[in-house]
């Protein structure tokens, strides 16, 4: 059996989050390598895109989350077998990816720089992209994106959409899910009832 590791920072979100939750889901252990900041720091250079999550198997080292979450969501039964449903979920994964970058593009910044780009960001790219999601979703008939039931895309999107209305990202308007998105409001709400995250989250100390 393949021996597993991931490495990731210490928090219950980002890339890394759904990541841990396939992992339960598919019923596989693996070590979580769970990185303090200064442990990232001195690591970062010797990771193939100076990034985390970076997963090890056996002695084989692999990245990017979503080619991971769909790895891990064939071996959970959570990634759709039809091909058109594989690429609605595709789609939202890719989608929620670009929004993450575009957000990991402000992260250093700091003071006026700060506010203007968030700014910038909240009411072009971040409005734009919230609009398309609601989309997404209302054409996967309004509870999920693919599939007609749980899969990688719904995991993928919840954590990038709490964080947004979270009010962890400041000059972002805490109600900007809300007021653009509503639908993902919900969706967020049936994310975090279902039985795959619940079940997780019971199995943690
Ligand atoms: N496309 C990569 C992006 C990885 C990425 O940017 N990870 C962030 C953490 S979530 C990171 O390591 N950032 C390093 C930095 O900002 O210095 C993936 O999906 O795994």
Request: charged residues 25%; proline residues 4%; neutral net charge.
């Amino acid at each position: 059996m393949a021996q597993y590791k991931l490495s990731y920072f210490d928090f219950s979100g980002g890339r890394g989050e759904p990541i841990r939750i396939l992992f339960h889901a598919a019923g596989i252990q693996f070590e979580d390598d769970r990185l303090s900041f200064e442990q990232f720091r001195q690591m970062r250079k010797s990771t193939p895109f100076d990034s985390v999550p970076v997963l090890r198997i056996d002695n084989v080292t692999v990245t990017q989350s979503n080619a991971i979450m769909r790895y891990l969501g064939k071996l959970a039964g959570l990634y759709p077998k039809d091909e058109r449903q594989a690429l609605y979920c595709d789609e939202v994964m890719d989608a929620v990816e670009n929004l993450s970058f575009h957000i990991g593009q402000t992260m250093r910044l700091e003071g006026d720089a700060l506010r203007a780009a968030r700014e910038a960001l909240a009411d072009g790219w971040m409005t734009t992209f919230l609009r398309g999601l609601n989309g997404l979703l209302a054409r996967g008939g309004g509870a999920y994106f693919a599939d007609k039931r749980f899969t990688v895309a719904d995991l993928k999107a919840f954590f990038v959409i709490r964080w947004v209305q979270s009010g962890a990202l400041d000059h972002i308007p805490k109600d900007i899910v809300q007021k653009t998105a509503p639908a993902l409001v919900a969706h967020l709400a049936r994310i975090e009832k279902d039985p795959v995250v619940v079940a997780y989250y019971a199995s943690r100390p």
